[in-house]
């Protein structure tokens, strides 16, 4: 099949798995065109499988917002057109779903299967919104598949976009040999980390995060166990954080290191991955650190359980409270067997329920009914 992949090219994880899916459907012999404002984060290059089309954006003194959504849909109906492309599969519904639909209406007579993939806050928290309401639901109606990432976001979109079309879910997926169990000790020293247990944290700094409930937690257990924390990723919240370590004295027990391509790497090198947020439809880089073997402590709130099962593959907290998982959390860095066991457990969850290959298989099923 010949597939125009829509995504946003950041470090988040709807990126990362749209770059993914491209990346395993090229290796099962599919076209892939990528169309977006940059190349994806994890997309290192082109070869005979993958090309990457860029779309450019006018600036012009009466936009105060450049159009990107049109910039998207002519470049999409432009690279279908050239490309003869079978699908777009688009990556987040804001805007891509609507540019998608804008594309197929200058196609015409010749469209092209749509399938939509729904992330999370595309629906929790941005596509509810009044502004963004009515377009959000008539471009997932539009779509010819939609796939939510979790049973979680599959029930939101049916309840606060009032979503008839049947939605399939699909979960996300994880490389288990970019992610595995191997620890590089250089890295190790490279990144500052000493012999402490180290607590890790990765997002993308915003809200939803609870950013500032891991730092209270790291607080509450630094001294006690002599623990590091390591936080990787970058967003609004990353100086408020880093303040509030300030005001509780850890700042000198956190390590900040920004965003990073090698999260593979650099999460075997952690005894907890911690995921406090308020909403998350799956939680990837809970999937990512269980399939290196580390436990994960989070809220039990959204996807997550369905990810990351409580007592098993890590400890899920009731929402919002930070005295529980202060609690876990030490429970688990005094029990390293304990820990072991867990994180053994989502190492076999994540290669048997989570793998490339099997959700890959997954998409293309829904591909070929959308073309059938
Ligand atoms: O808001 C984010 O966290 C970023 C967003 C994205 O588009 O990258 O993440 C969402 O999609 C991920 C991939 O499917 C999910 O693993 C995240 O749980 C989801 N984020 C939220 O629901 C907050």
Known sequence: MRIGITCY??????????????????????????????????????????????VKTVTYPLFKYPPYSLALAVRMAEVARREKL??????YAIPHATS?????????????????????????????DESFFEITKLSIERSDAVTAVSDFLARETQEKL???????VIPNFVDSQMFDTKVN?????????????????????RKVKNVKDVIQLFAAVQESTGAQLVLVGDGPERIPSRILAEE??????????????????????????????????????????????????????????????????????????????????????????????????ARERALSEFATESITARYEAVYERVLR
């Open 9 to 54: 090219p950041s470090a988040g994880g709807s990126g990362v798995i749209a770059t993914e899916l491209g990346r395993s459907l090229a290796g099962r012999g599919h076209d892939i065109h990528f169309i977006s404002y940059s190349r994806p984060f994890r997309l290192p290059r082109e070869d005979d499988h993958i090309r990457f089309h860029k």
């Open 86 to 91: 079978d699908l777009f599969h688009v990556h």
């Open 100 to 128: 998608a639909l804008l594309a197929n209406m200058i196609l015409e007579p010749h469209r092209v299967g749509v399938v939509t993939t729904l992330h999370g806050t595309d629906i929790t928290l941005v596509g509810s």
């Open 162 to 168: 009032a979503v008839k079309h049947p939605i399939d």
């Open 185 to 205: 000790p250089d890295l190790r020293a490279e990144i500052g980390i000493d012999d402490g247990p180290v607590l890790m944290h990765i997002s993308n700094f």
């Open 248 to 345: 509780l004295g850890v700042l000198d027990r956190i390590l900040f290191l920004g965003n990073r391509v090698e999260v593979g790497q650099i999460l075997p090198l952690a005894d907890l991955l911690l995921l406090p947020s308020t909403v998350e439809s799956f939680g990837l880089v809970a999937l990512e650190a269980m399939a290196c073997g580390i436990p994960v402590v989070g809220y039990d709130g959204g996807g997550l359980p369905e990810v990351v099962r409580h007592g098993t593959d890590g400890m899920l907290a009731p929402l919002g409270s930070v005295e529980r998982m202060i609690e876990m959390t030490l429970e688990l860095l005094q029990n390293p067997e304990k820990r072991k066991m867990m994180g053994s457990a």
